[in-house]
């Protein structure tokens, strides 16, 4: 069965595999596995990019995000006209001759990984480049994976990615419908801020900053840069923070920080 293994530590934003999806399918008709993709609207490969923090602690992120082709998709099982089907191999196919554009799939989706073609009015998304892995010798993965320059995205055998997937997660997981889309590095939250001191007019460096889970209790510690600058990445969302800062006889307390956002707490006097 196969897998997509996608590291987002090595992801540059450099958008050639959502390039390389639009190059493949867009009017290009590969029946029975895809009709031709429109030049617009459909990314069946699409790289999201947030931005996140607020000035001057801003981080930016990518997200590769295509169809997770499920092992419980329920766009299969909400298919009245029998139209998707999976693989042996494990990729998710929309017949475009089945498909009548009742478009429940496209409601049943809970990762918004289906589109609708107004013109043909068939639902359409990633096939896994089928067509290529079932007729050309010379590929092995799809047009996505043999694009991508850093090697972020890659796609094989689930029992060869099994030291990748013990370590990822999934996009969503509370949809339970089992995907076959595997990440590292999904982004969480982080807690930024500089401290300095009010009266020398300077950044504090070394200051030993401790935030501290008021629920679970769970304890994270670093201290100031030469820039004064303190970070906490990896925070679960929607917790409550303490946070303390510390140095010499100079202590500063920030309580009740909420993780609903990626949050920087600006220039910090202490």
């Not at 895809?34 to 931005?51: I, R, S």
């Not at 896994?128 to 010379?138: E, K, M, V, W």
């Not at 997937?165 to 339970?176: C, H, V």
């Amino acid at each position: 069965m196969k897998v997509f293994a996608i590291d987002l530590s090595i992801c540059n934003g450099c958008y050639c595999c959502q390039v390389a999806c639009k190059d493949e399918h867009v009017a290009n008709d590969w029946t029975p596995y895809a009709k031709p993709q429109p030049d617009v609207g459909q990314f069946w490969m699409n790289l999201t990019e947030e931005v996140r923090g607020q000035v001057p602690k801003v981080m930016v992120s990518y997200i590769p995000r295509l169809c997770n082709h499920c092992d419980d998709a329920p766009c299969i099982a909400g298919c009245e006209s029998q139209a998707i089907y999976k693989r042996e191999d494990g990729l998710v196919i929309v017949d475009g001759d089945d498909c009548t554009g009742c478009k429940l799939c496209e409601d049943n989706c809970p990762h918004d990984a289906i589109y609708f073609n107004e013109s043909l009015n068939i639902a359409q998304k990633c096939t896994g480049c089928s067509h290529l892995l079932d007729n050309s010798p010379d590929w092995d993965v799809p047009r996505c994976v043999d694009q991508c320059p850093t090697g972020a995205i890659q796609f094989g055998e689930e029992a060869d990615f099994a030291d990748f997937i013990k370590d990822a997660e999934l996009i969503n997981p509370e949809a339970g419908t089992k995907g076959r889309v595997y990440y590292k590095g999904l982004p969480k939250k982080f807690i930024g801020g500089t401290v300095y001191d009010p009266v020398e007019k300077e950044v504090i460096i070394g200051a030993k900053c401790t935030l501290k889970d008021t629920g679970s209790k769970e304890t994270f510690k670093t201290t100031t840069d030469n820039f004064g600058d303190f970070w906490f990445r990896g925070l679960k969302d929607n917790r409550t923070y303490n946070l303390v800062m510390e140095m010499g006889s100079k202590k500063k307390t920030i309580d009740g920080i909420l993780t609903d956002k990626d949050l920087c707490l600006g220039d910090i006097p202490m």
